[in-house]
């Protein structure tokens, strides 16, 4: 079968969020199942472009709106990532540093859509499915289904899957010049509360929608930014499918970012060794437990909850755990995490920023992770955090519900909460101290949770199934 993505991220081209990590994994296990997997996205300004050789496939131009654009397709020439990779190029709209942020992202995305379809449009064997994520790419479906020009795609089978719905990629009708001409009897699947909505219509569009975990979907029938209704009349042709990780990326055995490498046997030793590093970097108390925080500090994160739950499990439990921060975001959490480097007794320390090698380190030698998300669709960190035996903390939502079990419940191994609420975040760091001293269930559970089978093999087929039903 021949499968292609399209997305604005891809791991390691392109990153903002868990997106590019999905993106640059799914397709290598779905070639390794024996497909033809192709991923096309833009042609960024990143350095991965220009330490990477790279062959012209197709030259061509479009319009958008009034103004005619020019571009470029190349492709990776090894397909060292597994797949094969394509980027598109139009000058003054792509070539930017970061992937998103600019003024003009509505019209840089729906130029690389028009773009990619264009080019698929010219080729002479047709894919067997086209497999667009979040809103950037979600007119898609409406084009090849509804755009004179691309009569010749309709009958591929799309699908939309939804990594985070807050964001929906919206834009009003003086715009609606930049979807190249369509049949004006289908202005309703462009529709959405008086506007333009890109992953609304993508919803209405695709042959099929997949969230990135069960329990997101049904959330977002009742939660999802205004388009509740819409993901309660198309249940019957959404699922939820969760992701994996990267077991390669993700290998306390082989991480090149550890100084200390481990693996279930060996993880008490290799996890401390790990911990010393940190808590000498930071200093931190080696003997405490260490929790970490790891993600954009914003209040999807519930980050702004952090400086509180922290001062108050120091006063309510007392000075007996070590706190780490990495990551960067709304400046109130910034500063308000900056000033409580002042009251720290070698037990709090941050990071801003974002610091890949950093946040790899943190999950071998942290003791537990903390996740307490106001929103997760399916959170990827906290399955990280187990694959290195660290014990997360997460809040009862979306994909963290779905992969981490009470130790109050049968066969459990995590610790989970109700609210994001202060109340709720100390209430759980005070269960993970108490487990951190009863020695022998907590070094059982670090290898227990080691064990567990988040790879992508799961997932990857149940995609693959999913195409073949369509
Ligand atoms: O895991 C990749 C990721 C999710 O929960 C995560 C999120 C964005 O918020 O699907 O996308």
Redesign the pocket.
């Known amino acids: 079968m021949e499968i292609v993505h399209v997305s604005a991220e891809c791991y390691p081209v392109a990153k903002a969020?868990?997106?590019g990590?999905?993106v640059g994994a799914l397709p290598r296990f779905q070639q390794e199942l024996g497909n033809i997997t192709k991923v096309i996205m833009p042609m960024y300004r990143t350095t991965f472009l220009y330490k990477h050789d790279w062959e012209v496939v197709h030259k061509a131009g479009a319009n958008l709106g009034f103004s005619w654009f020019d571009f470029t397709i190349i492709k990776e020439k090894s397909d060292l990532l597994g797949f094969e990779l394509y980027l598109v190029d139009i000058n003054g709209l792509l070539d930017r540093e970061k992937v998103y942020g600019y003024d003009d992202d509505t019209e840089r995305f729906c130029a690389f859509q028009i773009a990619t379809i264009n080019w698929i449009n010219a080729w002479s064997k047709l894919p067997d499915v086209v497999h667009v994520h979040d809103h950037h790419t979600a007119l898609i479906p409406f084009m090849m289904q509804h755009c004179y020009g691309f009569e010749r795609l309709k009958s591929i089978p799309t699908v939309l899957t939804i990594?985070?719905a807050q964001y929906q990629g919206i834009f009003g009708w003086n715009k609606t010049i930049y979807i190249p001409q369509w049949d004006s009897w289908k202005r309703g699947m462009l529709e959405w509360n008086g506007n333009i909505n890109p992953l609304a219509t993508g919803i209405k569009c695709a042959w099929k929608v997949t969230t990135?975990s069960n329990t997101y979907l049904h959330e977002m029938r009742s939660m999802s930014n205004g388009l509740e209704p819409l993901f309660e009349y198309e249940k019957g042709k959404s699922m939820g499918i969760l992701?994996g990780i990267d077991f390669k990326v993700w290998n306390p055995e082989t991480d090149n970012y550890l100084n200390n490498h481990f693996d279930k046997t060996s993880s008490e030793a290799g996890k401390r060794a790990n911990k010393n590093i940190l808590c000498e970097t930071f200093g931190l108390d080696k003997e405490k437990p260490l929790f970490v925080f790891i993600g954009r500090l914003v209040g999807?994160k519930a980050a702004d909850l952090l400086p509180q739950a922290i001062i108050d499990s120091f006063n309510y439990i007392g000075r007996k755990m070590n706190f780490l921060i990495l990551g960067s975001g709304e400046n109130e959490v910034e500063e308000k995490l900056n000033q409580l480097k002042s009251i720290s007794q070698k037990d709090f320390n941050v990071y801003i920023g974002y610091n890949e090698k950093l946040s790899h380190q943190m999950y071998a030698g942290a003791d537990f992770l903390l996740m307490p998300s106001r929103?997760?669709?399916?959170?990827?960190n906290q399955m990280y955090a187990m694959r290195y035996g660290t014990i997360p903390l997460v809040r009862k939502t979306?994909?963290l519900m779905d992969t981490v079990i009470d130790l109050g419940e049968e066969n459990g191994y995590g610790i989970t909460f109700n609210e994001a609420s202060v109340g709720n975040i100390t209430h759980a760091i005070f269960r993970a101290v108490k487990l951190f001293h009863e020695k022998q269930s907590f070094h059982s559970l670090r290898r227990k949770i080691m064990e567990l089978d988040f790879s992508w093999d799961h997932s990857a087929q149940q995609y693959v199934d999913l195409y073949k039903n369509l």
Do not use: A, I, R
């Open positions: 969020g868990g997106l990590d999905v990594h985070n990135v992701n999807e929103v997760e669709p399916c959170g990827l979306g994909g």
